[in-house]
């Protein structure tokens, strides 16, 4: 859809998703594919997709063949999964409300459920993660790659910390990638211009930003939590690994985000 070269991340089902007049929109607004932020946000989501995918594919090659996606929303990896992936079985979890939304756009979009497939409706906050994963029958005694993308931010150190436990109680081998935000201390002036947008518009919503960490704490907590391994993917090594040779505006964060954690 954008005029990435090269692509990061291809993703032709999203475009199923969001309709052909969001994407004639889109692609017709010069100036807002071209304006700096917009691409620097764009190149997170992008970044953060394809680290834990490429993550995945590695614990596949190990042998594992579960993946749980905390807080699905809208990825589309299940409905545009390679063929490594064909011997998963995937677990999309996510509020209720919200994945009922998304259950609609891709039946309105006629794009079919895959059969490797399952869904868990949970509230982090509310809903104990363990009885939804159990309803959707997953498998508490094999290893498992678990993916947490843009949901932190949502949640109270308290839930994170419980996340943490569950997730580090699994069987050994299993794996943890997600995102997190660093506290204002370590942003710039335009980076907190950017972050009170975010947050007036997030908080106009509803759902404000609630947590803020430097990666030693959650090394620590990681570790607490029963995980042995815990990298953190840096700006240096997002640069050399994906973003080598670009000819459009997508840039590598200046800030760590991502974190891989072992059980």
Request: charged share 25%; with cysteine; proline share 5%.
């Amino acid at each position: 859809m954008m005029d990435d070269d090269p692509k990061i991340l291809a993703d032709p089902v999203i475009l199923r998703l969001l309709g052909q007049t969001t994407v004639d929109e889109i692609r017709a607004n010069a100036e807002w594919r071209m304006n700096e932020r917009f691409a620097a946000f764009r190149g997170h989501i992008i970044l953060r997709n394809r680290y834990a995918e490429d993550c995945l594919q590695a614990a596949v090659e190990r042998g594992g063949r579960q993946y749980v996606l905390l807080g699905a929303g809208y990825d589309t990896f299940a409905y545009r999964q390679p063929t490594w992936a064909k011997e998963l079985t995937i677990f999309e979890v996510d509020h209720p409300a919200s994945q009922a939304a998304k259950r609609k756009l891709l039946a309105a979009a006629e794009i079919a459920l895959p059969g490797n497939l399952r869904f868990a409706a949970v509230n982090f906050e509310f809903d104990p993660l363990q009885q939804g994963l159990q309803a959707a029958r997953f498998d508490f005694t094999r290893p498992a790659f678990f993916s947490c993308l843009g949901v932190l931010v949502y949640l109270d150190e308290t839930a994170i910390a419980a996340l943490f436990e569950f997730v580090g109680s699994m069987a050994r081998g299993s794996e943890l990638v997600f995102t997190f935000s660093q506290p204002d201390s370590a942003l710039d002036e335009r980076e907190m211009e950017s972050r009170a947008k975010i947050n007036s518009k997030v908080n106009e919503m509803g759902e404000p930003w609630r947590s803020y960490f430097e990666p030693e704490q959650l090394r620590e907590m990681l570790l607490g939590a029963g995980f042995s391994d815990v990298d953190f993917l840096t700006p240096g090594a997002a640069a050399e690994r994906y973003f080598v040779g670009r000819t459009d505006l997508l840039r590598p964060p200046r800030h760590v985000r991502l974190c891989r954690a072992v059980v």
